[in-house]
């Protein structure tokens, strides 16, 4: 498949391309969607609430973002170089698939305890499933750096050389980033720096707007592997090879900037963009 | 939403299956998909919701009878208990409609069963195999068609 015949041929072929390259990660992105119906329903009825949002909004933000994760490495799959259908390469992705459904069920059950899941350090075995789930957040994350570095060296992937790049810059930077900011996350005993008085948020993202919020970080570092790649694609469109690949390293850098800003910013006490919200 | 009023919508839509199953020949699959699928999906769903949001703050629980007991006083976890029998008995209502349609038996000698599966479910789910039983064996042991 060739970049210029990708955008064409995406309505017909997306969902069995989706199938025939990524079996399990597309399957667990169907799964996690429809497993997100009955927590919507608990949304619904259950009244509770822990640090003042809804006990159910966590488990279905991690529901969404992992879908979306998950469907996103199903897509990039077709570039991989051939071969990469090995027995290994299947094992490793049901080893990553277990981890996207155990922090499932880890944020899940402790929302249905209206109790924390990341931090909770007062009580031993919640303590010790919040270090598993640290480990198990690393191997799932790593799938975006494996997978980078494949498409990185398939000299076939019939992209256009920026385009090319952009994809597989983006899904390692998706893990060296999230490494920095969800590993710096973690070792804070909360996501906030400050103490927020009237619990001011952005709705879904749920972003603090009166505090530092290190939440933010991580979602801008997680989501390389969507912003570069379009990057890459308008690049590859609209300028010349070089200047495609100069406009792919630029905005590669930029992102990696915006990254460490975003979480300067929140060890500063101060929200992202304020005015928003 | 209160429990009674989760309550008060729950009956119906079960009734609804239960009317359905009556007219199953008229639109077999029709039936079937309403009452084998859409139906108990959409009491699953009320019973998860239900379990997620209220199972972790109730007493008791399933280690012995005062517990199971204990359990029920609780107004939504007795709801979603009551869901689940809603679910399962029209999931086995649809079923034994399915096996009897499969198995040559007149949908008239099965309304008796799905009339013991709606009032006391596992009662008619065992008069309901007796009945599939009896055919069976006049089956093999006359070798007339059924």
């Known amino acids: 498949m060739t970049a210029q015949s990708l955008p064409q041929s995406l309505p017909r072929t997306v969902k069995s391309r989706l199938w025939a390259d990524a079996p399990a990660f597309t399957g667990l992105a169907l799964f996690i969607t429809l497993t997100a119906l009955p927590l919507i329903g608990a949304a619904m009825i259950d009244t509770r609430t822990f640090l003042d949002a809804p006990v159910w909004q966590k488990p279905l933000q991690f529901h969404l973002a992992l879908a979306t994760y998950v469907l996103t490495l199903a897509f990039f799959a077709r570039f991989l170089p051939q071969g990469m259908t090995s027995r290994r390469w ?65 000299p076939a992937t019939g992209l256009a050389p920026a385009l090319h790049l952009s994809v597989a810059l983006g899904l390692i930077l998706t893990f060296v980033l999230t490494l920095i900011a969800a590993g710096t996350l973690s070792s804070m005993l909360g996501h906030h720096i400050g103490t927020p008085v009237t619990n001011a948020a952005l709705p879904i993202l749920g972003w603090s707007r009166e505090v530092g919020d290190l939440r933010v970080g991580h979602f801008f570092a997680t989501h390389a592997l969507h912003v570069l790649p379009i990057v890459g694609l308008i690049a590859s469109r609209a300028f ?24 300067l910013q929140a060890f500063q006490g101060q929200p992202f963009l304020p005015w928003l919200g | 939403m209160s429990p009674e009023a989760m309550f008060q919508i729950a009956n119906p839509i079960a009734l609804l299956g239960w009317a359905a199953l009556l007219l199953a020949p008229l639109a077999p699959r029709l039936v ?40 029920f006083t609780d107004p939504h976890v007795a709801l979603a208990g009551w869901v689940h029998y809603l679910a399962f008995d029209l999931f086995v209502g649809a079923w034994a409609t399915r096996t009897a349609r499969a198995e040559g038996i007149p949908h008239l000698l099965v309304l008796p069963h799905l009339a013991l599966i709606f009032l006391f479910g596992p009662a008619g789910f065992l008069t309901f195999y007796a009945m599939v039983a009896a055919f069976r064996l006049r089956a093999t042991s006359s070798g007339a068609t059924i």
Do not use: K, Q
């Not at chain 1, 049901?94 to 402790?110: H, I, M, Q, R």
């Not at chain 1, 010349?240 to 979480?263: E, H, K, N, W």
């Not at chain 2, 699928?37 to 959409?42: D, E, T, V």
């Open chain 1, 90 to 154: 299947r094992i490793y992705a049901a080893v990553v698939s277990f981890c996207v459904l155990a922090e499932l069920v880890w944020v899940g059950s402790a929302a249905s305890y209206a109790t924390a899941s990341h931090f909770n350090v007062d009580d031993p075995v919640m303590g010790a499933i919040y270090g598993l789930m640290g480990v198990f957040a690393v191997i799932l994350t790593s799938a975006s750096l494996v997978m980078g570095v494949a498409i990185w060296r398939n």
């Open chain 2, 32 to 71: 079937d998909t309403i009452t084998h699928l859409i139906i108990p999906m959409l009491m699953a769903l009320a019973y998860s919701a239900l379990m997620l949001a209220h199972w972790s703050g109730a007493t008791g629980g399933y280690g012995s009878l005062p517990e199971v007991m204990a359990l």
């Open chain 1, 240 to 263: 010349s090879a070089d200047v495609a690949r100069g406009t792919v390293l630029a905005a590669a850098l930029a992102y990696v900037a915006l990254v460490l800003l975003t979480m």
